[in-house]
């Protein structure tokens, strides 16, 4: 399911989408610095962009990696194929994934063809230990998870399902409420919403303790921490400012992929049709917000800030 028919969409504005002509000529100007990696949109299905082949070519090229968020339908060429294509380039692909049941997933996703959807997921894995057992590189395969009311009491099976298909790591984010709807689905809006997370933190710490990968690791669990009641969710430094550059459909940059950060009320810093990605980089605008954006009630209160306060 793509952003334009997600329940979870902004629906501010149509997607716009950066040509690979100037995909490319931002990496070309980045050629001597200390990039590492790729992100293609994780606003969107990114395995619909046109470009994303010859972007797979150009990271090839310059020894860098990519990291993918796709909605798991792995359009038009199915799973295997996109994983010949990105598990030997990609440091993670995420897939979203919100139900370990079709009757959530129903809710959660409509549309989605939840069987399919695993099936999809065990021929991408395949891939990707095809290639380890052959002595290869290969990306880490994780599930991203919303928690939302929708599907809070199945997070523990969503861990045990991603062991039992080899997917390396659960990384679970709260609910962004864009617009008022979303409201009711938040996990931090009372104190019995709270309690119900506090709760499926327990399992889902439980379930990847007790049901181990098929390699006989640990599958990696992230973002799962418990609320105490009357006080906040511990935040950490954010994982994005003065690490990750974000540029919008537009060509605009924006410090981090919150709706703040894209909207412009964290500042407003030129566009790379304009501007080299190292002098916005490096601009008074830039690393004043570095320096001082738990200034901003967003940021200080940003729930995209690694729970648990790390």
């Known amino acids: 399911m793509c952003r334009e028919h997600s329940p979870l969409a ?36 990114p395995l619909l962009w046109p470009g994303i082949d010859r972007l797979a070519e150009l990271c090839s090229e310059r020894n860098l990696l990519l990291n993918v968020t796709t909605n798991g339908t792995f359009p038009d060429r199915g799973a295997t194929s996109w994983a010949k294509l990105l598990a030997p380039i990609a440091s993670d692909v995420k897939v979203s994934w919100n139900a370990a049941s079709a009757a959530t997933a129903a809710r959660v996703a409509p549309g989605l063809d939840f069987a399919r959807a695993i099936e999809a ?36 099976r969503i861990v ?22 979303l409201m009711e689905q938040d996990l931090r809006r009372h104190p019995a919403a709270r309690e119900r997370w506090n709760e499926a933190v327990g399992a889902m710490c439980a379930a990847a303790q007790t049901h181990p990968l098929p390699s006989g690791r640990t599958l990696l669990l992230e973002n799962a921490e418990p609320w105490r009641e009357g ?30 950060g894209q909207d412009g009320k964290l500042g407003v810093f030129g566009s790379l049709a304009e501007h080299g990605m190292g002098e916005i980089w490096l601009s008074h605008e830039y690393r004043a917000l570095v320096r001082g954006y738990l200034a901003h009630a967003t940021c200080s209160n940003c729930a995209l800030r690694r729970a648990g306060g790390r």
């Not at 045990?160 to 709807?181: D, M, P, T, W, Y």
């Not at 906040?232 to 709706?259: K, M, N, Q």
């Open 231 to 260: 006080a906040p969710p511990a935040r950490g430094p954010c994982p994005f400012l003065d690490r990750e550059a974000w540029v919008l459909g537009d060509g605009r940059f924006a410090p981090c992929p919150a709706p703040a």
């Open 121 to 156: 997921v065990r021929d991408f894995v395949g891939v990707r230990d095809e290639l380890r057992a052959r002595g290869q590189r290969a990306c880490r395969v994780s599930f991203q998870v919303t928690a939302q009311e929708a599907n809070v009491a199945e997070l523990p």
């Open 160 to 181: 045990e399902l991603a062991a039992q298909l080899g997917i390396e790591r659960v990384k679970v984010n709260q609910l962004q409420v864009h617009f008022s709807a």
């Open 10 to 45: 902004t629906g501010r504005d149509k997607p716009r989408r950066l040509t690979i002509d100037f995909v490319a000529s931002v990496l070309g100007e980045r050629a001597d610095s200390p990039l590492e990696e790729v992100i293609p949109s994780t606003m969107g299905e």
